[in-house]
């Protein structure tokens, strides 16, 4: 018997592109703006010649610490500017983490459970845990599902709400939550709630609002424990992407396939990959596996 792999790529970005990689860094293209990421897994050399890296607007440096460091700009660069794909309209910002606001490889399930919301014959309720700056849940809830969003960051919330308004989706249901992941889950379990479709994109460490831990190898079996008793009779989608470079899709999918295995419906598992525009290399970012209500293909 095989197991297929699926490497997934976004393809459908006009604002984003990731122009290069090399040399343990990453250049990438957020709206009119490039930058200079560090790339632990880019061990390959670079392809585009130095004056293209030379004339980013902004290099991160890194400190050394796991996601801190700081930006060194090269040009001008707004304090945060538009950036949108397909219907959903963003801010982007260069942040002390690295981060810009979008994980870019993550439209490739947005589309996907866009399309199972939209095919779905009843009212789909989504819970998404890590939800950050809100992209998968505006998705989900312009596709027309009701949107559970939990972060545990106020800041990254008040973002994501403001992505909201631009995107002209302030009127449809979606509930907002500061709180830890796991809290919230078991919470909600008490309180019988149900979901159809649940989205779990968890760091590889984070703290909870109250300085709960969040350790992806320790934390994550426990959270699917607990989110299996918060699943409809009859879900529709579940995803889970998990950004540790040392996880493998095979052990992602396993261990969703453990809390999914009474449903019929179908697996598939692989890498969040992202295609270089100039040398069409490939640059994976996360393993994910997801399950859909749908008959095996
Ligand atoms: C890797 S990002 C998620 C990526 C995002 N879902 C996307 O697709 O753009 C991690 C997010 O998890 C949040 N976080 C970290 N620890 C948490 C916890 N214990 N409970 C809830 N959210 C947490 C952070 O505040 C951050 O916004």
Redesign the pocket.
């Known amino acids: 018997m095989t197991t297929q792999i699926t490497l997934l790529t976004a393809d459908n970005w006009m604002d984003y592109e990731l122009l290069d990689s090399g040399d343990g860094q990453k250049l990438e293209r957020f709206g009119k703006y490039v930058f200079v990421r560090p790339e632990v897994q880019a061990i390959w050399k670079k392809h585009l010649p130095l004056e293209h890296w030379q004339a980013a607007h902004a290099v991160f440096q890194p400190s050394g610490e796991e996601s801190g460091g700081h930006w060194l700009f090269n040009l001008k660069v707004p304090e945060r500017w538009l950036m949108n794909y397909a219907n959903i309209k963003f801010w982007a910002q260069t942040t002390p983490g690295r981060?810009l606001g979008?994980?870019p490889e993550?439209a490739a399930h947005w589309d996907w459970m866009s399309g199972l919301i939209k095919s779905s014959s009843k009212p789909v309720h989504v819970l998404?845990?890590?939800?950050?700056?809100g992209?998968?849940t505006l998705a989900a809830a312009e596709a027309g599902a009701t949107v559970t969003h939990?972060?545990?960051?106020k800041k990254?919330i008040t973002w994501a709400r403001e992505n909201q308004i631009l995107s002209g989706l302030q009127e449809r249901p979606i509930r907002w939550i500061v709180?830890?992941?796991?809290k919230?889950v078991l919470r909600e379990a008490r309180r019988g709630v149900k979901y159809h479709g649940l989205?779990v994109?968890?760091?590889k460490f984070?703290?909870?609002p109250k300085g709960?831990?969040?350790e992806v190898y320790k934390s994550l079996p426990v959270l699917l424990d607990a989110c299996r008793l918060l699943l409809d009779q009859k879900p529709v989608f579940a995803v889970l992407?998990v950004?540790a470079v040392k996880a493998s899709s095979v052990h992602v999918r396993t261990v969703l396939e453990e809390m999914l295995g009474d449903f019929s419906g179908s697996f598939d598992s692989g890498e969040l990959v992202t295609r270089e525009s100039n040398a069409n290399r490939l640059l994976s970012s996360a393993v994910y596996a997801r399950w859909d209500n749908k008959k095996s293909r």
Not at 128 to 133: E, I
Not at 150 to 153: G, N, P
Not at 179 to 182: C, E, Q, T
């Open positions: 981060h979008v994980f993550g998404n845990l890590f939800g950050y700056t992209l998968a939990v972060d545990a960051s990254a709180d830890d992941a796991l919230f989205i994109d968890p760091p984070g703290r909870g709960e831990i969040w992407t950004y």
